[in-house]
């Protein structure tokens, strides 16, 4: 047997410990609250939006934030607001995009630690403690996703959407992946992993497409809105996702 000593097993909070936490998650309830309120009152007038994603972390001398840039003020002349993350980056080329052109552009930003303040070509600002708060936003009222090159938080909004898609919990809108080199590799393990061991359908990867050309993912939008299947145009009064 080991002599190396016990680790001591936490014991059950105290009654007083348990109220003092309850108290501090009730008022919570209430911050979370004010964010969705607010970010209905601010978004459920503006439609049709198209919501981008994309790393931080490009400065504006690399392609994809000059790629972003042509893509945001192509879907801001032909009606579409843009949304984006709000930060640097490719959410800056997203907003500075969209700003040049004839529609609005809207930042959801988020409160984070070691982040860089929102960008400065947004029409409509809102700011987000709570990162779900500010997912759903993305979605609501989103009547397409275009998710350009990107970390971890562009995974997350990709593979939110795609499981709200995939399960019914959202109507299928555009899923476009911009940047085809980029996300070979991933695509690659979806169809040689993920498909061939049964966890995703192989119907499932329909549900996104690629495309390289910004002129390519407006005419994408507008041709999957003009398709009779889907029974409704981009300023459609219903919300993609429904709470």
Do not use: C
């Given at each position: 047997?080991?002599?190396?000593?016990?680790?001591?097993?936490?014991?059950?909070?105290?009654?007083?410990?348990?109220?003092?936490?309850?108290?501090?998650?009730?008022?919570?309830?209430?911050?979370i609250?004010?964010?969705?309120?607010d970010?209905?009152?601010?978004?459920a007038?503006?439609?049709?939006?198209?919501?981008?994603?994309?790393?931080?972390?490009?400065?504006?001398?690399?392609?994809?934030?000059?790629?972003?840039?042509?893509?945001?003020?192509?879907?801001?002349?032909?009606?579409f607001a843009?949304?984006?993350?709000?930060?640097?980056?490719?959410?800056?080329?997203?907003?500075?995009?969209?700003?040049?052109?004839?529609?609005?552009?809207?930042?959801?930003?988020?409160?984070?630690?070691?982040?860089?303040?929102?960008?400065?070509?947004?029409?409509?600002s809102?700011?987000?403690?709570?990162?779900f708060?500010?997912?759903?936003?993305?979605?609501?009222?989103?009547?397409?996703?275009?998710?350009?090159?990107?970390?971890?938080?562009?995974?997350?909004?990709?593979?939110?959407?795609?499981?709200l898609?995939?399960?019914?919990?959202?109507?299928?809108?555009?899923?476009?992946?911009?940047?085809?080199?980029?996300?070979?590799?991933?695509?690659?393990?979806?169809?040689?992993?993920?498909?061939?061991?049964?966890?995703?359908?192989?119907?499932?990867?329909?549900?996104?497409?690629?495309?390289?050309?910004?002129?390519?993912?407006?005419?994408?939008?507008?041709?999957?809105?003009?398709?009779?299947?889907?029974?409704?145009?981009?300023?459609s009064?219903?919300?993609?996702?429904?709470?």
């Amino acid at each position: 047997m080991s002599d190396s000593p016990k680790r001591p097993v936490p014991g059950p909070r105290s009654e007083q410990a348990v109220e003092a936490m309850l108290n501090r998650d009730g008022w919570k309830i209430f911050k979370i609250m004010a964010e969705f309120v607010d970010g209905f009152q601010k978004l459920a007038a503006v439609r049709p939006s198209v919501s981008i994603f994309g790393s931080a972390r490009f400065a504006p001398e690399h392609p994809y934030y000059a790629l972003t840039e042509d893509l945001s003020r192509r879907l801001s002349d032909a009606g579409f607001a843009v949304v984006s993350g709000g930060g640097p980056g490719i959410m800056e080329a997203a907003n500075k995009g969209a700003k040049a052109g004839k529609s609005e552009s809207i930042g959801l930003n988020i409160e984070l630690p070691h982040e860089q303040g929102g960008n400065g070509y947004q029409d409509i600002s809102l700011t987000f403690r709570y990162f779900f708060a500010r997912k759903v936003m993305f979605v609501k009222y989103a009547s397409a996703y275009v998710v350009m090159p990107g970390g971890f938080g562009t995974l997350d909004e990709f593979a939110e959407i795609l499981t709200l898609v995939q399960t019914g919990k959202s109507r299928k809108i555009p899923i476009i992946l911009m940047g085809g080199e980029f996300w070979s590799g991933l695509i690659s393990w979806f169809e040689n992993t993920m498909v061939s061991q049964g966890t995703i359908s192989p119907e499932d990867m329909d549900l996104f497409r690629v495309v390289e050309d910004p002129a390519e993912v407006v005419e994408a939008i507008l041709d999957f809105y003009d398709n009779e299947e889907h029974n409704m145009t981009p300023d459609s009064s219903q919300s993609t996702l429904e709470i």
